[in-house]
T-cell receptor
Framework: DAGVIQSPRHEVTEMGQEVTLRCKPI?????LFWYRQTMMRGLELLIY????????DSGMPEDRFSAKMPNASFSTLKIQPSEPRDSAVYFC?????????FGPGTRLTVT | RKEVEQDPGPFNVPEGATVAFNCTYS??????FFWYRQDCRKEPKLLMS???SGNEDGRFTAQLNRASQYISLLIRDSKLSDSATYLC?????????????FGKGTHLIIQP
């Protein structure tokens, strides 16, 4: 079975550039989550969707971050403009009931 | 403010030993609890759920103490492959996935 798919796996970009991270959740799951993980802050929930509708975006750090889920099988997290402090691993996870299944993550480096 | 606290470690444990670590949570209304495992440079994966009566899965035992607001994970006969970071996860909503709060993890190193 295909798990959660994320792309790209690695992204290196320069400060000020736009970055788009992509996620395909597990088919049939109705909730999708975007997390950011750093050594200092651990795993932080940025935003989550239920049935494609954003439910809680209180974890989004600032207006430079935006997320969309146009359909049940695709979501994007966009950072514009990117800054060095955005460097982290970004995980997407999906769930049906309570257990969350994580994708492999996108390792973002902003120089 | 939601808080899930864990000792970051690292816990250095010889192979074959038993190791246990705890996690405390601040919200007494928390509904469900989990342990996730995360290997270096990999994604977190569910290890086991934690039930009120406690539960066991092979060498792993999870316990919940609601009165003192902590959960524990015990690993018996530890293997080298158990080396990982163990994340404590607390769900504060009514069982759905939306209220999950992750601890920062406890780093476990099993030494040969």
């Amino acid at each position: 079975d295909a798990g959660v798919i994320q792309s790209p796996r690695h992204e290196v970009t320069e400060m000020g550039q736009e970055v788009t991270l992509r996620c395909k959740p597990i088919s049939g799951h109705n909730s999708l989550f975007w997390y950011r993980q750093t050594m200092m802050r651990g795993l932080e929930l940025l935003i989550y969707f239920n049935n494609n509708v954003p439910i809680d975006d209180s974890g989004m750090p600032e207006d430079r971050f935006s997320a969309k889920m146009p359909n049940a099988s695709f979501s994007t997290l966009k950072i514009q403009p990117s800054e060095p402090r955005d460097s982290a691993v970004y995980f997407c996870a999906s769930s049906l009931i309570s257990e969350q299944y994580f994708g492999p993550g996108t390792r973002l480096t902003v120089t | 403010r939601k808080e899930v606290e864990q000792d970051p470690g690292p816990f250095n444990v010889p192979e074959g030993a038993t190791v246990a670590f705890n996690c405390t949570y601040s919200n007494s209304a928390s509904q469900s609890f989990f342990w996730y495992r995360q290997d270096c440079r990999k994604e977190p994966k569910l290890l086991m759920s934690v039930y009120s009566s406690g539960n066991e899965d092979g060498r792993f035992t999870a316990q919940l103490n609601r009165a003192s607001q902590y959960i524990s994970l015990l690993i018996r006969d530890s293997k080298l492959s158990d080396s990982a970071t163990y994340l404590c996860v607390v769900n504060e909503s009514g069982g759905g996935a939306d209220g999950l709060t992750f601890g920062k993890g406890t780093h476990l190193i099993i030494q040969p």
